[in-house]
């Protein structure tokens, strides 16, 4: 079993629809962030989160450190949104990143 | 764009072939990372240069030979390789080591798409 877990491994949405991404993960931390990485490899980060909640644009990211816990929201969605979501989490002493197997996401039109 | 560049973008290898992926960053980085990216896998890191010097190598097996020869460049050199070793390549940088720790943040490149033939 992976320390980062997310869920789903895959998910389709249409234009327009509201969507959320999870990641749960077993060992204290401190920091995670959220990355994505478009069909070309290249990967880009999108938040780093040690408490509460971020807003950049119609991304949202919250975290609940008590539950080990966190979400990717996505308001509005759009074909330009599809890409493979990646959760990774930095280990307390800050000596070990750990990445989530990914989330990929399909908008359609 | 970033400000990683990798090169090439994709390259096809015999198993007996030598060949070495590219990655430069103008960014005035001091970190370099080499991460593996299998399909449905997980990345994994590499290697890690900080200042030039190897930091940590994730047992990474010897047909994969990285070379930093400053804070701007870094190679990993490919030999012998086996088929599953096939995968995306990816370089990151990052103004300190051990990036998302204190606000620092990894810029990674487009990768490379590794066949092994």
């Known amino acids: 079993k992976n320390e980062v877990e997310q869920s789903p491994q895959n998910l389709t949405a249409q234009e327009g629809e509201f969507i959320t991404i999870n990641c749960s993960y077993s060992?204290?931390?401190?920091?995670l962030h959220w990355l994505q990485q478009h069909p070309g490899g290249g990967i880009v980060s999108l938040f780093m989160?040690?408490?509460g909640k971020k807003k950049h644009g119609r991304l949202i990211a919250t975290i609940n450190i008590q539950e080990k816990h966190s979400s990717l929201h996505i308001t509005a969605s759009h074909p330009r949104d599809s890409a493979v979501y990646i959760c990774?989490?930095?280990?307390?002493?800050?000596?070990?990143?750990?990445f989530g197997e990914g989330t990929q996401l399909t908008v359609n039109p | 764009e970033t400000g990683v560049t990798q090169t090439p973008r994709h390259l096809v290898m015999g198993m007996t072939n030598k060949k070495s992926l590219k990655c430069e960053q103008h960014?005035?980085?001091?970190?370099m990372y080499w991460y593996k990216q299998s399909a449905k896998k997980p990345l994994e890191l590499m290697f890690v240069?900080?200042?030039?010097?190897?930091?940590e190598n994730n047992s990474v097996p010897s047909r994969f030979s990285p070379e930093c020869p400053n804070s701007s460049h870094l190679f990993l050199h490919l030999h012998t390789l086996q088929p599953e070793d096939s995968a995306l390549y990816l370089c990151?940088?990052?103004?300190?080591?051990?990036?998302?720790?204190?606000?620092?943040?990894?810029?990674f490149g487009q990768g490379t798409r590794l066949t092994v033939v």
């Open positions: 989160l040690s408490s």
């Open positions: 060992v204290g931390i401190s920091a």
């Open positions: 990774a989490v930095r280990s307390l002493s800050g000596s070990r990143l750990t």
């Open positions: 240069y900080n200042f030039k010097e190897q930091t």
């Open positions: 960014l005035g980085h001091n970190a």
């Open positions: 990151a940088s990052s103004q300190e080591v051990r990036w998302g720790r204190q606000n620092t943040e990894a810029f």
